[in-house]
């Protein structure tokens, strides 16, 4: 379940569905970018079987990225294993970090959420 | 796509002094008769195959082709093509069925030199795409140096057959001395490959029905005769084996000569040319490079003292400018073909079972 | 691949491989859900990279694996029948029924087709309005989504020769089951990235807390994995038991909210069956009423199947964890990627399959040293 890879979004078609021209790296094909009304062109957008699923927040990419670089490449020979473990087990801990569990119970009613597997 | 287009315009024979009572002009397709050995079948042999084949053996048009090989021990393969389409980026069947045969020759130690061409068409079948498939054929035997000398065409009923399907069979004269085999390789061999790899399969893959894409992938189809000739003046017998990983890719070739020889084979993951896009559409699909066809490249088992001269020789070369060695024979995991994987870890790349098949998972 | 290759680089994950043995100081078992993880994990070797004490433990999440025999069944039945034309991921390929696989079918002169997206299965069946198209309308919460709009957009243009076989399965009731079953030793999960891409992880919170274990959402690369095992590690040695988000540049706590909404409207909650497990209650999803005439199994009434288990094969315990494959009995022997006898050793992202295909049959040492060889390999 999930081959779904990174693609820019090169051009959007808005009709009885919206579709996007989106490249993989070279390789372009036509997506349906429906479940996705916040991307818009320039934006990369993660693709499973022809449908965007999630744009790809840039930012906390790099941010990703910027923090595995760093992951015991500093001083590793020289920290504790205090230290390494408390530098490892930087995380938040929030259960809602971005703030988006607001959204819950605006778009679906309770009934859908139960529909659709839901147990809140 | 663009191809298509090619073929329909590009081919389209003369019909204006075919002297058959039924007017080929108002016949652009395949008919039964053209396989029966009338006089349909000779206007087609006329002015469609000689034009294009022209050679002295061929137009002499007997049962047979009569002609001289240099003295020596004859190498003879023959293959069969029902690619679809028929047509695709980079080629078409014409030229498949040309350098598939002349490559199998070439691979073997051998000059190739003659080449028959068997047609089965299909009632149906556009004269202007069998034009052009014909003339890609003849582009592809001059570039060789080869010549198609004998043939034959059948015709089958509509609904029995994909359009156009095409056998060739070829000779040529084995290099005195040489002694390559799938059985000859030997620990501490390093293995070379003389360019990227999954160009082809993948794009036959972009104009599949359900599966396409648009890119820029062109399929790698070439006659290697060439450049394996200029391999085999400069080592000679330090190349043991060779062979041109087609069906079932780069893993096919080197499971069957580990198997053959009994040896082991490790090769590195993140020194395997492959083009980004082809990379990136196998991604999208849920393939590994390694196991998708190859109709232009050519694997080198060589000798470790004579590995930097065939990659040098390999590079000067318009078709292996990306050449590269990908590994080595040992002795470990015989008949087994393992990877470093650009995690430094290893895996196994088992011998693929059927076609490799896209996947969502 | 741009926010792709960048997540394999070899260098970085070996130091999080390094940071991971550091922190490890006693033996943790650890499941990764989906499928297409255990298959990145197999594949690149992650396991390998691990310190021996962590047990990497391959669970249910290959819907191939799961979908029940009587289905595949029954879609060979569908797909075996003149004017119809059968559509497939092309995982369903070769996955085999009781006496054949689709592939057999298209060799006989079914019309089976591999598609790329069900949105190609809507569009033959636009173009081709005296046959009957059939989708086979396999996967997790990932694939939904897609199955969804496609059966939205058929009903919306009136299709009335296209119709879907679901075999739609949820990952958060297969969690529970696998910690409710007796002989569980999971102690803590990777939930599958992209299904969170489309449901959110706010199903998780209650899982972590029911079952006191901790729960990581984690991407498909090696990176994105090393920091999911990194991070179910840290929790399991501090003793501690939330739900965390490692795969944050996709996947939010709401997820995908237009998704969400057009699968509420075209599917409901029903009981599955899982292939090897059983029935577990409220595990997937069928087609609404409203949707329900694109039902496959209902236009087709398919009848008289009689389904045979191989009693050799021990997918189910496999897919629960129970056992690694190597350990089953018919594995590599009568149970082959040429003769499989069930799905997990067929699909692509099967445990069987991959341990098969990349190796996992040359003990741990002789895999580790094979690379040997290469040191002598460099090129100008």
């Known amino acids: 379940m999930c081959l779904a890879i990174p693609g820019k979004v090169e051009q959007i078609t808005e009709g009885d569905v919206r579709m996007g021209r989106v490249n993989f790296g070279g390789v372009v094909k036509n997506v349906c970018l429906d479940y996705v009304p916040e991307v818009c062109v320039g934006d990369y957008t993660i693709v499973h079987v022809g449908f965007a699923l999630s744009k790809i927040d840039e930012k906390t990419a790099l941010e990703t990225l910027e923090l595995f670089e760093k992951m015991g490449a500093l001083e590793e020979e020289l920290a504790t294993e205090d230290e390494v473990f408390a530098r490892a087990a930087n995380l938040p801990q929030s259960p809602c970090p971005d703030g988006s569990c607001d959204l819950i119970g605006q778009s679906l009613s309770a009934e859908d959420t139960a529909r659709i597997g839901g147990k809140k | ?361 | 691949m741009k926010y792709l290759t960048e997540f394999r680089n070899g260098e970085i994950a070996q130091r999080m491989a390094r940071e991971i043995h550091q922190i490890t100081t006693r033996p943790w078992r650890i499941m990764e859900v989906c499928g297409g993880q255990t298959h990145s994990i197999i594949r690149n070797g992650i396991d390998q990279m691990l310190p021996a004490g962590i047990d990497m433990i391959h669970g249910p999440g290959c819907p191939v694996c799961v979908t029940p025999l009587s289905l595949i069944d029954k879609a060979l039945a569908i797909a075996s029948q003149p004017g119809v034309i059968f559509c497939s991921f092309g995982d369903m390929l070769r996955v085999p029924g009781t006496d054949r696989d689709l592939f057999q079918v298209k060799g006989s002169g079914g019309d089976v087709r591999v598609v790329y997206s069900p949105l190609d299965a809507v569009e033959l069946a636009a173009r081709n309005p005296g046959k009957q198209v059939v989708f086979f309308g396999v996967g997790f919460e990932t694939t939904a989504p897609a199955n969804a709009m496609s059966v939205h957009l058929a009903k919306r243009r009136g299709l009335k020769n296209f119709s879907v076989l679901v075999s739609h399965v949820l990952v958060p009731p297969a969690i529970e089951a696998i910690m409710n079953s007796p002989d569980n030793k999971v102690q803590a999960f990777l939930a599958a990235g992209h299904v969170c891409s489309v449901m959110g992880y706010w199903e998780y919170p209650q899982i972590t807390e029911r079952y006191q274990i901790p729960i990581v959402v984690t991407g498909f690369e090696p990176l994105d994995l090393l920091d999911g095992i990194r991070r179910a590690v840290i929790q399991l040695e501090k003793g501690q038991y939330h739900v965390e988000n490692a795969y944050e540049r996709i996947v939010t706590y709401a997820g995908n909210l237009p998704a969400q909404q057009l699968l509420s409207e075209v599917f409901e909650v029903a009981d599955r069956a899982w292939r090897g497990i059983g029935v577990i209650p409220k595990s997937g999803w069928r087609l609404s009423a409203p949707y329900r005439e694109f039902d496959a199994e209902d236009r087709f009434q398919i009848s008289g199947i009689h389904t045979q288990e191989s009693p050799l094969c021990k997918s189910g315990d496999v897919l629960r964890g129970a056992i690694k494959p190597a350990e089953c009995p018919a594995f590599g022997k009568e149970c082959t990627p040429r003769h499989p006898l069930g799905a997990t050793m067929v699909s692509s992202e099967g445990a069987c399959a991959a341990y098969f295909n990349y190796g996992r049959f040359l003990s741990a040492d002789d895999l580790a040293h094979a690379g040997a060889a290469l040191t002598g390999v460099a090129n100008g």
Not at chain 2, 28 to 46: A, C, D, R, S, Y
Not at chain 2, 159 to 182: E, F, K, M, Q, S
Not at chain 2, 294 to 317: I, Q, S, T, Y
Not at chain 2, 337 to 351: K, Y
Request: net charge negative; aromatic share 4%.
């Open chain 2, 1 to 361: 796509m663009a191809e298509q287009v090619r073929a329909e315009n590009a081919g389209t024979p003369d019909f204006s002094n075919w002297s058959c009572p039924l007017p080929l002009a108002d016949y652009p397709t395949i008919v039964m008769g053209h396989g029966g050995g009338g006089k349909l079948g000779n206007e087609l042999v006329e002015h469609l195959f000689l034009p294009a084949f022209r050679n002295p053996a061929l137009e002499n048009l007997g049962d047979a082709a009569i002609f001289d090989l240099a003295p020596g021990r004859i190498a003879m393969s023959t293959d069969s093509f029902v690619v679809q389409p028929i047509f695709f980026p980079g080629g078409s069947i014409g030229e498949l069925a040309v350098n598939g045969t002349v490559n199998d020759l070439a691979v073997s130690g051998a000059d190739p030199k003659f080449l028959s061409a068997s047609f089965i068409l299909e009632e149906g079948f556009p004269l202007a795409q069998l034009a052009a498939v014909v003339r890609a054929m003849a582009d592809a035997a001059a570039t060789a140096g080869v010549r198609i000398v004998t043939g034959d065409t059948k015709v089958v009923e509509r609904g029995h057959g994909d359009g156009c399907y095409i056998n060739t069979a070829g000779v040529g004269v084995l290099r005195p001395g040489i002694d390559v085999g799938p059985h000859r390789a030997q620990v501490g061999d390093v293995i070379l490959v003389s360019g990227t790899i999954g160009d082809h399969g993948m794009a036959i893959m972009s104009v599949r029905e359900g599966l396409e894409f648009e890119s820029q992938i062109r399929s790698d189809c070439a006659a290697l005769n060439g450049i394996i000739a200029n391999v085999l003046d400069a080592v000679g017998n330090d190349v043991h084996a060779m062979r041109d990983p087609t069906r079932g890719g780069l893993s096919s070739t080197l499971n069957e000569i580990a198997s053959s020889s009994n040896v082991g084979i490790e090769i590195d993951e993140t020194i395997m040319p492959v083009r980004t896009e082809v990379q990136s559409a196998c991604e999208l699909l849920g393939l590994d490079p390694v196991y998708v066809a190859n109709e232009g490249k050519a694997v080198f088992f060589v000798a470790p003292a004579a590995a930097d001269r065939v990659l040098a020789v390999l590079r000067a070369h318009p078709l292996g400018r990306e050449a590269a060695k990908i590994g080595q024979v040992t002795a470990q995991h015989p008949k087994m073909l393992v990877a470093r994987t650009s995690m430094g870890a290893n895996r196994v790349i088992a011998p693929q079972i059927g076609e490799q098949l896209p996947r969502i998972c």
